[in-house]
């Protein structure tokens, strides 16, 4: 076994590049989501070590002190960071020539040969589903002889190996839970609505779901949901549990349709009411009250739900799947059952305009969850929005975040700008937040919870900071 290092770079300070499946960027609130996508392939390979450096605030010196003494290094980038990234590369080889430094992800794996052409400091990349690349890459195995690879052979000359196949025995994958232990801190990963601190985990891979927007279903995970049973997730919380104890608070399902067979969701969740876990969840806006009611008895908090839009029009442009009628009906059966709900909600999508804007906000302060996210469309290649954008001409010249970190708009429209996009995230959040029925849940929750006040007021003081950051970019455009 080689000596390998999986990475996650530093990046812009307070920069989520673990963020799932829609953007990466800087929240409105200090948020890290754990680095699921290296961990899962670090876990295959004995010895190796994971290195989180965003969410443990390291630099890229105390990078360095740690790479030099590894053959391997296999770094996380993103479609905004990849220019960061590379740097930290650059600084890596710089130290020690010999070291392999290759990359992972979404953005590396859609365009391989460009990631290889434009930075020349770059050994190879790992296309597709890339756990068992990682790990064949660690036993030191050639690269010609590596699925899913691309890489430089000796002349200079880029490669490719054939496809690797999608990875269907999930129950054969090992837990993330020990590089977790091993190599995170986990008391340094907040997530607004989780409770904290949090872990957060995937049972499986692949979304049958076709939203054009989504990126991970569209470059790496596939569209079929390929997860673990029941009884293996059962075994690994278990584990979890005997780790942590009670120290953890929640632990999340990130996985993207985690409730989408009633019947495997409901059995796990029998596994964590033995354990007396509280958890959470990604779901569809589509659950029927009595798996929702079961769910709860069980140790269901919440859910994370993708709204999207609150006009039905942009909802069928994006190939959402779900009817209003139908997600205003799911509010009600949470409201009833006091499952908490998390709405994510993204601007900018094709069709969008002034008064579309505007039903979104009329419709996030109608069903009015717990809390919201405000997104703005980020046209990732791979994705179908992103080839809709190149055909349509809506790119603007911009980048997907700014040099602060905030997620900017790529995309204009005919009758919509980039500067209008922006600007309604800043207007939707305070017509959502700054409402009695909004504030009195939340004050509540500080009053019985001495953690949540002293979270909350932090939470606050970076809200509105984040809001007076984007005033003033937008004021710095006009």
């Not at 590089?179 to 340094?188: A, S, V």
């Not at 990604?282 to 008895?297: G, I, Q, S, V």
């Not at 069709?351 to 009015?368: L, Q």
């Not at 919509?416 to 995230?425: G, K, N, P, Q, T």
Request: overall charge neutral; proline content about 5%.
């Amino acid at each position: 076994m080689k000596k390998t290092l999986f990475l996650s770079p530093p990046s812009f300070n307070g920069f989520d590049g673990a963020a799932g499946a829609r953007y990466q960027a800087k929240r409105e609130i200090t948020s890290f989501w754990y680095p699921t996508w290296l961990a899962q392939p670090a876990a295959l390979v004995p010895g190796s070590k994971l290195v989180d450096a965003p969410a443990h605030y390291q630099t890229v010196e105390d990078v360095l002190k740690i790479a030099k003494d590894y053959e391997l290094v296999i770094m996380y980038t993103s479609t905004p960071t990849l220019p960061n990234d590379v740097k930290c590369a650059e600084a890596i080889k710089a130290q020690n020539p010999h070291t392999q430094v290759g990359l992972l992800g979404a953005h590396a794996a859609v365009l391989p040969t460009e990631t290889l052409e434009e930075n020349p400091v770059i050994d190879f990349v790992c296309r597709n589903e890339f756990d068992y690349t990682c790990k064949e890459l660690a036993e030191g195995k050639p690269y010609e002889a590596i699925k899913g690879l691309s890489y430089r052979d000796k002349f200079g000359n880029i490669k490719h190996t054939e496809e690797r196949e999608l990875i269907h025995d999930w129950d054969s994958m090992p837990s993330v839970f020990p590089m977790y232990e091993k190599h995170l801190n986990f008391r340094n990963y907040f997530i607004g609505y989780l409770l904290h601190p949090y872990v957060s985990l995937y049972t499986g891979r692949g979304c049958p779901a076709k939203c054009t927007f989504c990126l991970w279903p569209q470059t790496i995970g596939g569209h079929q949901y390929r997860a673990k049973s029941p009884e293996a997730v059962g075994k690994e919380m278990a584990l979890a549990k005997s780790i942590w104890g009670n120290s953890v608070r929640e632990y999340f399902f990130d996985d993207d349709t985690f409730t989408i067979d009633k019947k495997r969701v409901i059995a796990i969740s029998e596994h964590l009411k033995k354990l007396n876990l509280t958890w959470s969840c990604n779901a569809r806006a589509n659950l029927d009250y009595d798996t929702l009611k079961t769910l709860r008895d069980n140790g269901l908090r919440l859910l994370l739900v993708g709204f999207e839009s609150g006009n039905q029009g942009v909802l069928d442009g994006v190939k959402k799947g779900i009817k209003l009628e139908v997600a205003r009906k799911f509010m009600n059966n949470c409201n009833k059952l006091g499952i908490k709900v998390h709405g994510a909600f993204i601007l900018g999508l094709p069709n969008e305009s002034k008064e579309t804007i505007e039903d979104t906000i009329r419709f996030a302060c109608e069903v009015s969850p717990h809390t919201i996210q405000v997104s703005i469309a980020s046209p990732y290649p791979g994705t179908e929005l992103y080839k809709q954008a190149q055909e349509n001409g809506w790119f603007t010249n911009g980048d997907l975040v700014a040099s602060s970190g905030i997620q900017m708009s790529t995309l204009q429209y005919p009758n919509l700008s980039a500067s209008e996009i922006e600007d309604a995230v800043e207007r939707m959040y305070r017509r959502f937040y700054f409402r009695r029925r909004t504030i009195i849940p939340i004050v509540k929750e500080m009053i019985v919870d001495p953690q949540m006040l002293v979270r909350r007021l932090r939470e606050g003081r970076e809200f509105m900071a984040y809001l007076k950051e984007r005033h003033t970019r937008s004021l710095v455009n006009a």
